[in-house]
């Protein structure tokens, strides 16, 4: 599917199908009261002479006969007629414009690039308002929108279920100096998204650690500004990370620890982005066996490490100077064996700190605890991880939602930021260090698990015993988000990508 900018009026254009984007007009987004009637949209001069000239006042028909208010995520369509330059016409709200956000301009391009799939429709066009008064932004926000929704992962179905019609989508009356760049920015964003989505939807006989090790090799081998290194077992044990390798123990597939490192020219910022890595999560001995425990979702538990390779691939291409980026993943399946580790063992990670494992599905932290060991070691400014860690955090926020917990609230914001530009939600959850006394151990330093309340911020304590040095450290909880069972906006239902765009905002600005 190609997307390019056309300085075309609509009235000039011809092809399948045109989307109009309109915001809601002021007396339509007015609560109604009891007696007054929800008012349908006004529209606009321009949009008035295009329905009269060349829609044959489709528009106001549509707008009439549905009471059409331009509500964010409304949407209205129809067919224009016979021997019109455009056979099919598709009114989609924006919404209050006093809310715009970029998000509204992706999920509007989704939305029309759904629709023109459904309606076979091989050449649309865009006639959408400008957001931000910046073309560059509104390219890149359609771009995005349009990209992601018409991705669709059928590499596990035997025959083609629903073909792709749409070939190209015309944004008009756009200058494609300004819009051509933003462009090829959103398509670099966009693999490294859907590079994300494929690994998460991929199920654990196909992504394995060794997989992703490939998948960090493949980027490296890409690009000038990209070393590997994969630590195999015995790395690892030299390493003493006894935390890691305890949860790797009962699985057939060898662990795989990943350290990709992006640097071009001389960094002013060294950030490590870690991610849990779990390519199958069994629950080990605690076998998750209750309902809703989703053994069979489990094959997402390596989202965090997918979030870390789509940003890596997107950086490749974005190539953006003066910082330096590791990229941190220890892979492992967490599996049941003979030698799996009992609940109840002790581990040493490799910092020395001693874990009692009371939970052997509290996993994801002790890979997480010798990752973080690792990246506290290189000297970054700051560090980050990204872990499907609970399902405590799913129960707080829901699957839209990722919890964020910072010990330095400039980079809290700066993820903050950085996350509502890509559309995507972050919710700050406070590090309360008296739940701490949750993992005291009889035995060791600490246990791996406290009680069930609180689940998600006594995981965050447990990963902050392990960044000693650096002094910036968040910790982003993605257990909802990175899948997904329904399709909306621009996400297809299975893996979303979800935290790439966050990652590449955080990195380069
Ligand atoms: N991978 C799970 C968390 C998870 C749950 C991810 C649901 C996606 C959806 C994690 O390893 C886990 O099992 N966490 C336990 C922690 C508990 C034992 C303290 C959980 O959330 O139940
Ligand atoms: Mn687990
Ligand atoms: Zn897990």
């Given at each position: 599917m190609n997307i390019l900018p056309s300085l075309a009026a609509p009235q000039a254009w011809h092809g399948d199908a045109l989307a109009i984007a309109v915001f809601a007009s002021p007396q339509?987004?007015?609560?109604?009261?009891?007696?007054?009637?929800?008012?349908?949209?006004?529209?606009?001069?321009?949009?008035?002479?295009?329905?009269?000239?060349?829609?044959?006042?489709?528009?106001?028909?549509l707008i009439t006969e549905s009471e059409f208010t331009g509500e964010s995520g409304a949407t209205v369509s129809g067919r224009v007629g016979i021997d019109y330059a455009i056979r099919?016409?598709?009114?989609?709200?924006?919404?209050?414009?006093?809310?715009?956000?970029?998000?509204?301009?992706?999920?509007?391009?989704?939305?029309?690039?759904?629709?023109?799939?459904?309606?076979?429709?091989?050449?649309?066009?865009?006639?959408?308002?400008?957001?931000?008064?910046?073309?560059?932004?509104?390219?890149?926000?359609?771009?995005?929108?349009?990209?992601?929704?018409?991705?669709?992962?059928?590499?596990?179905?035997s025959k083609n279920a629903n073909p792709q019609f749409l070939d190209q989508v015309e944004v008009l009356e756009t200058d494609p100096e300004l819009a051509n760049p933003a462009i090829a920015?959103?398509?670099?964003?966009?693999?490294?998204?859907?590079?994300?989505?494929?690994?998460?939807?991929?199920?654990?006989?196909?992504?394995?650690?060794?997989?992703?090790?490939?998948?960090?090799?493949?980027?490296?081998?890409?690009?000038?500004?990209?070393?590997?290194?994969?630590?195999?077992?015995?790395?690892c044990e030299a390493l003493n990370m006894g935390a890691f390798l305890g949860v790797a123990r009962a699985s057939d597939i060898p662990p795989k620890f990943i350290h990709l490192t992006y640097s071009n020219g001389t960094p002013t910022r060294k950030l490590a982005i870690v991610g849990k890595g779990l390519t199958f999560d069994s629950g080990g001995l605690n076998l998750k066996t209750g309902v809703g425990s989703s053994i069979e979702l489990m094959k997402t538990d390596m989202g965090g490490s997918a979030a870390a390779l789509g940003a890596a691939k997107a950086i490749a291409k974005l190539q953006p100077t003066d910082i330096e980026v590791h990229f941190i993943v220890a892979s492992c399946e967490n599996m049941v064996n003979g030698s799996a580790m009992r609940p109840g063992d002790i581990l040493t990670a490799s910092n020395g700190k001693t874990i009692e494992v009371n939970?052997?599905?509290?996993?994801?932290?002790?890979?997480?605890?010798?990752?973080?060991?690792?990246?506290?070691?290189?000297?970054?400014?700051?560090?980050?991880?990204?872990?499907?860690?609970?399902?405590?955090?799913?129960?707080?926020?829901?699957?839209?939602?990722?919890?964020?917990?910072?010990?330095?609230?400039a980079f809290a914001e700066a993820i903050a930021k950085a996350a509502k530009d890509a559309g995507e939600k972050f919710w700050r959850m406070p590090l309360e260090d008296p739940y701490f006394d949750q993992l005291k151990s009889v035995v060791a330093d600490f246990k791996n698990t406290g009680s069930r309340a609180g689940g998600a911020i006594t995981g965050a304590l447990f990963l902050k015993q392990f960044v000693e040095k650096t002094k910036v450290w968040a910790h982003l909880d993605v257990a909802g988000p990175v899948w997904t069972e329904r399709e909306s906006g621009y996400n297809n239902a299975g893996g979303t990508g979800f935290a790439v765009r966050t990652l590449v905002n955080l990195i380069i600005n």
């Open positions: 339509a987004s007015n609560v109604p009261s009891e007696n007054s009637v929800k008012k349908a949209l006004e529209l606009s001069e321009p949009l008035k002479n295009l329905d009269i000239q060349v829609l044959a006042c489709t528009l106001t028909d099919k016409v598709i009114l989609i709200g924006l919404g209050d414009p006093a809310k715009a956000t970029a998000d509204v301009w992706r999920k509007a391009a989704a939305s029309a690039v759904k629709w023109a799939n459904k309606e076979k429709v091989k050449k649309l066009a865009l006639s959408f308002p400008v957001y931000n008064q910046d073309v560059s932004l509104t390219a890149k926000a359609i771009a995005e929108g349009a990209l992601l929704a018409a991705h669709q992962d059928k590499r596990f179905k920015k959103a398509q670099q964003i966009v693999d490294g998204v859907i590079l994300a989505r494929e690994l998460v939807s991929a199920p654990a006989n196909i992504v394995t650690p060794i997989t992703l090790a490939e998948t960090a090799v493949a980027i490296a081998n890409e690009s000038d500004y990209f070393t590997v290194k994969i630590l195999e077992q015995a790395d939970n052997t599905d509290a996993e994801g932290r002790l890979t997480l605890a010798d990752a973080l060991v690792y990246a506290d070691k290189l000297g970054v400014d700051a560090i980050v991880d990204l872990a499907t860690l609970t399902g405590a955090c799913v129960v707080a926020l829901g699957e839209d939602i990722a919890g964020m917990w910072s010990i330095d609230d």
